[in-house]
């Protein structure tokens, strides 16, 4: 199988979902580059727990559990410093960020790793943090792309672990039964289903690690095992092929015609709202009806490129490290 180089086209679940979501906020955000200036707060806070996690999973058979909570929480700070989030917090930033908080992750920390003993001492950790890309059969130089947070054995079977947090909250099962239930049909699944066949050989699953975020219940953790038929990833390679396609013909549009004339990228309206509140772009999409080529980006917003190689660490794939 050739691998992939900087001059192909690149998609993540994150750029095809902002697609389905809505091809105008898709625009904004991968052809014009536009970011809202700050950072989302449960965005830091799952990316400062994953981090914590590739430090509890990689030592965990080998540190005591304080040894090793205080390693995972200093991984997690410095991923939520690095995200421009306060450290140290007062009792007002406390309540402001509330419940994703450093004192709260370092209260989870503790909990899971006890929870999560046997399985962090009986498993062979094949990898962490593997970026992957599969090539689209029908895409030419198009590939899907991603990272696997944790691929490995155990109980003779090979899965992808894959770290989640929610901070919806049901007092009897500690997940809402929707959100649980969501993974099974959820398309980053599928694509890590594919994506960890192809480097790591047939595996037996995805397990969703859950993890519940709140102020006061600090041990609700849960691993929502997915596994789907080779039919329904074929499914999903089919559907994925045609959102890319849809994505490349708007594109090559606003290069050629340089504005969104012509219902180039067109807004979605029923996705305004949602949630988790509005979305980012909304007053963008209030105010601008064109945005031509050269347009800079309006107040509050910044021009951030999304780079797979740095982002994912696709270079490790073209190393073969």
């Not at 809202?36 to 005591?64: I, Q, R």
């Not at 105010?287 to 917003?301: A, I, L, W």
Request: charged share 20%; proline share 5%.
């Amino acid at each position: 199988m050739s691998l992939p180089n900087a001059t192909d086209l690149f998609y993540d679940n994150t750029k095809i979902s902002a697609y389905k979501d809505c091809p105008r906020k898709y625009f904004l955000r991968h052809v014009m580059h536009w970011r809202s200036e700050g950072v989302a707060t449960p965005l830091a806070f799952g990316g400062a727990w994953h981090a914590a996690m590739d430090v509890v999973w990689k030592l965990g058979n080998s540190t005591t559990p304080a040894d090793l909570q205080q390693m995972a929480l200093a991984a997690f700070l410095d991923k939520w410093v690095e995200e421009g989030l306060p450290w140290p917090m007062d009792l007002d930033l406390n309540a402001v960020y509330n419940p994703r908080t450093p004192t709260v992750a370092a209260e989870m920390l503790v909990n899971y790793i006890a929870d999560r003993q046997r399985y962090l001492y009986e498993s062979e950790i094949i990898a962490i943090e593997q970026p992957f890309a599969v090539p689209l059969p029908n895409v030419p130089k198009a590939w899907y792309v991603g990272r696997l947070d944790k691929t490995i054995q155990y109980a003779q079977q090979k899965l992808v672990i894959e770290h989640k947090t929610t901070a919806i909250y049901r007092k009897d099962s500690f997940f809402e039964a929707a959100w649980v239930d969501s993974w099974y049909v959820d398309s980053q699944v599928q694509g890590y289903e594919f994506g960890g066949s192809l480097y790591h050989g047939n595996i037996d699953g995805v397990w969703i690690d859950a993890a519940l975020v709140h102020k006061n219940v600090h041990n609700g953790f849960k691993f929502i095992p997915v596994k789907h038929s080779l039919n329904m990833v074929a499914e999903w390679l089919g559907d994925t092929e045609n959102w890319v396609e849809r994505i490349n013909r708007d594109t090559l549009l606003f290069e050629e015609f340089g504005d969104l004339g012509r219902g180039i990228f067109p807004k979605n309206t029923n996705s305004c709202f949602g949630k988790y509140g509005s979305c980012t772009y909304l007053d963008i999409c209030r105010t601008t009806s064109m945005v031509s080529r050269d347009q800079e980006p309006p107040f509050g917003y910044v021009i951030e490129k999304w780079e797979p190689f740095e982002t994912l660490g696709l270079d490790k794939i073209i190393n073969k490290e």
